[in-house]
């Protein structure tokens, strides 16, 4: 099946920087989402970004589709920025989405 | 306010005790969809529905049964919970099928 990778697993900024965290996919895909699991449990869905670019706040992402990949850019970290941030793919037809196994972000203040 | 909706939030139970965690969203989403998360597995699908009366199972269905006999309602059914089914479980709708995700709140489960 389709194996999704995130890098990097665990990130610490301070408040104020900049990042980039990155999702690979190894075989083409339909749908892309990113979502931030807050420290209380929930998951937000950030991004529905199956290709091109959306921006969002201090928030931002990128799909190269053709490429395997996408990207999330947070500006201007907050704390409340902390949390582990998931990409999911769904492959044509299959109505599954697939999950990477995350990347945590600690934001200190 | 759109929303999906999942009861209880934290549940202790025993071995064999059946149970039903219920899902409910108000955006007439056709899609629905039961995840359970783990440390170190991270998020894997349990079932899901592409629309009433139309259930299929994911990657993990081993021991859970569900229904879609209306829209807005999916729960997810452990007959005979076991220890292993401990987990984080979160209930997710979206329209259209494949589109974007909104998830519940979460529910954790506790089988002793």
Known sequence: GIQVEQSPPDLILQEGANSTLRCNFSDSVNNLQWFHQNPWGQLINLFYIPSGTKQNGRLSATTVATERYSLLYISSSQTTDSGVYFCAVERGGTYKYIFGTGTRLKVLA | ?112
Not at chain 2, 36 to 48: A, H, K
Not at chain 2, 54 to 79: M, W
């Open chain 2, 1 to 112: 306010e759109a929303q999906v909706t999942q009861n209880p939030r934290y549940l202790i139970t025993v071995t064999g005790k059946k149970l039903t965690v219920t899902c409910s969203q108000n955006m007439n989403h056709e899609y629905m969809s039961w995840y359970r998360q783990d440390p170190g597995l991270g998020l894997r699908q349990i079932y899901y529905s592409m629309n009433v009366e139309v259930t299929d199972k994911g990657d993990v269905p081993e021991g859970y049964k569900v229904s879609r006999k209306e829209k807005r309602n999916f729960p997810l059914i452990l007959e005979s919970p076991s220890p292993n089914q401990t987990s984080l479980y979160f209930c997710a709708s979206s329209s259209p099928t494949g589109g974007r995700y909104t998830f519940g709140s979460g529910t954790r489960l506790t089988v002793v």
